[in-house]
């Protein structure tokens, strides 16, 4: 596994009651932007605060970006801010059994983060957090365009010349 390109490690014990800050650098940035196919990222900060919940250590706080993607039909570079509500519980790794078994999750367990040692990697766990914010299927505004250029009249209906080239080939009742 590759080095994380937003990494910033901390100390699961003892915890600040002050808030983390966390921005990106614009190498940081840049390392990012390819690893989720962005155009470019501007823009990453979160602000975190920690707090115990028995073993584990409970993050709560914020992320905001701002990016340029492509957007999902005609690849046009799209400017896209974030805002979102970060909510994570890392917790210590269990000891693997050696064996590979199906472990059922609940809703709650979806933002357990494991980590082994006495720190874990809290911007791993923000650009993590920012990949799933991103709109893979982000539109701009000359999508509807590009779909009419394409045949495609509707989501669910084709046309133009392949569309009209395959209900030929369909069997005649």
């Known amino acids: 596994m590759n080095d994380p390109e937003f990494s910033r490690l901390v100390k699961a014990r003892p915890l600040s009651a002050a808030p983390i800050d966390l921005s990106a650098s614009a190498a940081e940035r840049a390392a990012l932007a390819e690893r989720f196919a962005l155009v470019r990222l501007d823009a990453l900060n979160a602000q975190v605060t920690l707090t115990d919940d028995g073993d584990a250590t409970r993050a709560s706080g914020w992320l905001k970006a701002a990016l340029v993607q ?8 799209l400017e896209v801010s974030i805002e979102e509500r970060v909510e994570l519980l890392f917790v210590p790794a269990a000891p693997s059994t ?3 078994e199906e472990i059922e999750l609940a809703a709650g367990d979806l933002d357990e983060i494991p980590y082994t040692g006495d720190a874990f990697d809290l911007g791993e766990a923000i650009a993590q957090s920012l990949g799933l914010a991103i709109d893979p299927y982000a539109e701009g505004p000359a999508a509807d365009e590009v779909r009419r250029a394409a045949g495609i009249v509707a989501d669910d209906q084709a046309g133009g010349t392949l569309a009209d080239a395959l209900r030929a080939l369909r069997p005649r009742e």
Do not use: I, N, Q
Not at 70 to 77: D, L
């Open 98 to 100: 050696g064996f590979d």
């Open 70 to 77: 492509p957007c999902a039909v005609s690849g046009e570079p």
